[in-house]
């Protein structure tokens, strides 16, 4: 074991000492460590050295490629889960296994490397969640499995001893923790050491776990809201990010963040190495007076701030992925807050990528020479997108400069991120990649997650169905039946429509009753995009009072009331607005700044 982990250790330390400078011209993933020896210098046996051996890895590099180039046109389902599958996860190494969990509170593990034609089984079921699992984790030495969810508990289950189980109920979880207060987002395990593993919840608490230690988390990092998300750097693992309701992508150092002696935990904010930047701003067209800045001699802007939902790093840790509710997934290069590109689609007729109605987990994919980034929509489709170099993102984003007075003046139609300092106003205008490489329909309701495999050219997919499904650029032995797309039939009431004609015709065992639910979803939710910038924010939408909603749409109304003549200076908070004064005074001299910048 020790000389596996030694093994890790001078890899890891290999690519610390090439620097982020180098980690960011390259995408190059890493091979799996060889397998660790007990003391009498035999290998290990485990679960999960079985050789690669799937048909569509027998090329590499640049027919590699090719294939991710083509698309993922062949699809088959693994179907054994009886409600929504929020979580997908792949073992580590030549990822043999995928397991997926949700709303039935059971964890299935998938067999992956074979043929995938035909009706696939899972090889072991693992319970104990007492509700739905949003979170499922393998170790990096892929012998234990971690799952968490609504019910605030982290399950650990021991894959070596549950592997040889039948395929009927088994694999009880063989330690349990129950250190949050509420649902837990996410659950991390460490890159490079088993006994290594965090927590994201919405008690708005990040913990560290170690598995060597009795009694609760060995590490707090808190906030003042919920937390959704947490992810180790792959490479260089004492540095993690975090997202949260806020809207705040936050880069740590777990010496930092961790290091400090109150048993409360330090304010993620406070300790963070870097703040991305995920503000947004918006230019107001000519026509349209802004409620903000009424007074000003140009078109002026409207600001927001989108909930970070999901983050996930590159294979290489060179880039990171923001997924932002009721917005676009987000690219950042490591080492800067300042965004390089935002991936989208085509809008017609109700298509194109969506995400306001449930919570999206995107991943990458490494092809060798091309990075992509896959991700689920509220249209019923997964996209899949080609990522540019790191380069030619750099050079492509717009920033302050010869085009300031254009962007201002609402000749540049495009959304900018707020990346101002204390002491001068700024703004970025990152590359938009809104032509997809591929759409894939395969889904009859909202996918959530889109999950690559880490060694092979294929593609995981779930959502608000029961199903996984596996896209493919090759054929799988047994043809997928043909897709037959639905439309949506919003049923909030949870009335029984079933066609059972239909039902029976197409053998797919639908439950009709959350598909439709999630279409009312949909339908209730339709426009709030639009809503995000009327609103100013996009902080805690779904499920908010209609008494909050009014309240936040009045505040800013407010300022409709403000003469025109008036100086910012001279405008007195009201008491009602919902703004307190450091608030108001950030408004006002950010107006200012950009009011006298344009205009010279």
């Known amino acids: 074991m020790?000389?596996?982990?030694?093994?890790?250790?001078?890899?890891?330390?290999?690519?610390?000492?090439?620097?982020?400078?180098?980690?960011?011209?390259?995408?190059?993933?890493?091979?799996?460590?060889?397998?660790?020896t007990n003391a009498l210098g035999k290998r290990r046996a485990t679960a999960f050295n079985d050789p690669l051996a799937h048909p569509a890895r027998r090329t590499a590099g640049s027919a590699l490629s090719s294939r991710y180039a083509a698309g993922f046109p062949h699809h088959t389902s693994l179907k054994a889960h009886e409600s929504c599958v929020n979580a997908l996860s792949c073992s580590n190494g030549n990822g043999k296994y995928l397991a997926s969990g949700g709303d039935d509170k059971v964890v299935q593990l998938w067999s992956i490397l074979g043929d995938l034609g035909g009706e696939q089984?899972?090889?072991?079921?693992?319970?104990?969640?007492?509700?739905?699992?949003?979170?499922?984790?393998?170790?990096?030495?892929?012998?234990?499995?971690?799952?968490?969810?609504?019910?605030?508990?982290?399950?650990?289950?021991?894959?070596?001893?549950a592997s040889t189980s039948s395929t009927g109920p088994s694999g009880a979880p063989t330690d349990v923790w129950i250190d949050h207060d509420d649902s837990v987002h996410a659950v991390r395990c460490h890159p490079t050491d088993p006994h290594l593993f965090m927590t994201a919840s919405?008690?708005?608490?990040?913990?560290?776990?170690?598995?060597?230690?009795?009694?609760?988390?060995?590490?707090?990092?808190?906030?003042?809201?919920?937390?959704?998300?947490?992810?180790?750097?792959?490479?260089?693992?004492?540095?993690?990010?975090?997202?949260?309701?806020?809207?705040?992508?936050?880069?740590?150092?777990?010496?930092?963040?961790?290091?400090?002696?109150?048993?409360?935990?330090?304010?993620?904010?406070?300790?963070?190495?870097?703040?991305?930047?995920?503000?947004?701003?918006?230019?107001?067209?000519?026509?349209?007076?802004?409620?903000?800045?009424?007074?000003?001699?140009?078109?002026?802007?409207?600001?927001?701030?989108?909930?970070?939902?999901?983050?996930?790093?590159?294979?290489?840790?060179?880039?990171?992925?923001?997924?932002?509710?009721?917005?676009?997934?987000?690219?950042?290069?490591?080492?800067?807050?300042?965004?390089?590109?935002?991936?989208?689609?085509?809008?017609?007729?109700?298509?194109?990528?969506?995400?306001?109605?449930?919570?999206?987990?995107?991943?990458?994919?490494?092809?060798?020479?091309?990075?992509?980034y896959a991700a689920g929509s509220d249209d019923f489709n997964a996209y899949v997108w080609e990522v540019p170099t790191l380069e030619a993102m750099k050079e492509g984003r717009r920033a302050p400069g010869t085009e300031a007075k254009d962007w201002f003046n609402g000749d540049v139609p495009s959304?900018?991120?707020?990346?101002?300092?204390?002491?001068?106003?700024?703004?970025?205008?990152?590359?938009?990649?809104?032509?997809?490489?591929?759409?894939?329909?395969?889904?009859?309701?909202?996918?959530?997650?889109?999950?690559?495999?880490?060694?092979?050219?294929?593609?995981?997919?779930?959502?608000?169905?029961?199903?996984?499904?596996?896209?493919?650029?090759?054929?799988?032995?047994?043809p997928s039946p043909p897709f037959i797309p639905r439309k949506p039939r919003p049923n909030k009431a949870g009335l029984d429509t079933r066609d059972e004609d239909e039902e029976d015709r197409l053998g797919l065992g639908e439950d009709t009753a959350a598909l439709e639910y999630f279409d009312a979803l949909l339908e209730d939710n339709d426009g709030r995009e639009d809503a995000l910038w009327r609103d100013g924010h996009g902080r805690g939408w779904m499920g908010e009072d209609d008494d909050e909603e009014e309240e936040s749409r009045n505040a800013w109304e407010e300022f409709d009331d403000f003469d025109s003549g008036e100086e910012w200076s001279d405008v007195e908070q009201d008491s009602d607005s919902g703004l307190d004064d450091a608030e108001l005074e950030e408004l006002m001299g950010f107006g200012r700044s950009i009011g006298r910048r344009a205009r010279g």
Request: with cysteine; aromatic share 8%.
């Open 415 to 478: 959304v900018s991120f707020d990346t101002r300092t204390e002491s001068f106003p700024d703004f970025t205008i990152p590359v938009s990649l809104s032509t997809p490489s591929h759409i894939l329909s395969t889904h009859r309701s909202i996918v959530n997650t889109a999950l690559f495999h880490p060694s092979l050219p294929l593609l995981f997919t779930s959502g608000i169905e029961k199903l996984v499904v596996v896209h493919s650029p090759t054929p799988f032995s047994t």
């Open 2 to 36: 020790e000389r596996g982990r030694e093994a890790r250790r001078a890899l890891l330390i290999s690519y610390v000492f090439l620097g982020l400078s180098l980690l960011s011209s390259q995408f190059a993933t890493v091979a799996p460590s060889t397998p660790s």
């Open 121 to 161: 089984k899972p090889v072991a079921r693992y319970r104990g969640a007492r509700a739905n699992v949003f979170s499922i984790s393998f170790d990096c030495d892929n012998r234990k499995l971690y799952s968490t969810g609504a019910d605030a508990t982290i399950l650990m289950h021991d894959l070596e001893t």
């Open 202 to 372: 919405e008690d708005g608490t990040v913990l560290s776990f170690d598995t060597r230690s009795e009694g609760r988390a060995v590490g707090i990092l808190a906030e003042r809201t919920e937390m959704n998300d947490v992810v180790y750097h792959p490479l260089q693992p004492t540095q993690f990010a975090t997202a949260d309701a806020d809207g705040r992508v936050l880069l740590h150092d777990s010496r930092m963040a961790f290091g400090g002696s109150s048993t409360q935990g330090q304010l993620a904010s406070e300790v963070a190495v870097l703040k991305y930047c995920t503000d947004l701003l918006k230019p107001l067209a000519p026509a349209e007076p802004n409620p903000l800045l009424p007074s000003t001699e140009i078109t002026t802007f409207l600001p927001a701030a989108p909930s970070s939902s999901s983050i996930t790093f590159s294979p290489t840790g060179n880039l990171i992925c923001a997924t932002m509710s009721q917005f676009f997934p987000t690219l950042f290069e490591l080492s800067s807050p300042e965004p390089l590109a935002t991936l989208s689609s085509p809008r017609t007729e109700g298509k194109g990528y969506r995400n306001t109605t449930t919570t999206k987990h995107g991943s990458f994919g490494d092809s060798g020479d091309k990075l992509w």
